[in-house]
């Protein structure tokens, strides 16, 4: 989880960065990339953690 949100705060960073400061608008691009393979890593987190066997 600590992974989970530490790339989505390195998200947060570059895409407020490419979006305020003139000519990086890679970097927004960048953060966008990061946010999404942030919810990727997510699920797939959860999608593994549902497939425990009954005790």
Request: aromatic fraction near 10%; avoid cysteine; glycine fraction near 10%.
């Amino acid at each position: 989880m600590a992974l989970f949100l530490f790339l989505v705060l390195v998200a947060m960073v570059l895409g407020i960065l490419g979006a305020v400061l003139k000519g990086l608008l890679y970097l927004l691009i960048i953060g966008i990339a990061v946010f999404v393979v942030a919810l990727l890593y997510l699920a797939l987190r959860f999608r593994r953690s549902g497939r425990r066997p009954p005790r």
